[in-house]
């Protein structure tokens, strides 16, 4: 008969599995992306893959806080490790508009360059 009750260490063991099957998946999904962005042609595929880069660094890092919150010991604790991955991710995200911005500048700027 199952466990109705289960026990947090059983519920952290369910979770811990469960977070593992999709880090794999999502490993696998951007691992096929690159590869379509490494075959792409189009000349837009250098920023793609840079936009990837970034979407891979925020997806792990939300699994981490993820594998953080399973092992957390009560709600103020839960409750802390959000608001520092919530803070760290607005630097993050700053971070990674200001080199997209960057990179959108040098494209245009070499779009409109003349050529001799």
């Known amino acids: 008969m199952a466990d109705i ?3 947090a260490e059983n519920v952290r063991a369910m979770l811990t599995e469960a977070l ?10 951007f691992e096929l992306l690159e590869k379509g962005l ?5 000349p837009v595929a250098d920023h793609a893959k840079q936009f ?10 939300t699994f ?3 594998d953080k919150l399973i092992q957390a010991k009560d709600i103020q604790d839960a409750l802390k490790l959000q608001s520092e991955f919530f803070q760290g ?3 993050t995200l ?10 959108a500048v040098k494209a245009a700027t070499g ?6």
């Open 52 to 61: 990837c880069a970034f979407m891979q660094r925020n997806v792990t890092a």
């Open 5 to 7: 009750n289960p026990s």
């Open 38 to 42: 490494a075959s792409s042609p189009l």
């Open 111 to 116: 779009a409109f360059t003349p050529r001799i």
């Open 20 to 29: 593992g099957r999709l880090r794999k998946a999502n490993a696998e999904y």
């Open 89 to 91: 991710q607005m630097q």
């Open 64 to 66: 981490d806080l993820g």
């Open 94 to 103: 700053s971070d990674q508009a200001r080199s997209m911005g960057e990179s």
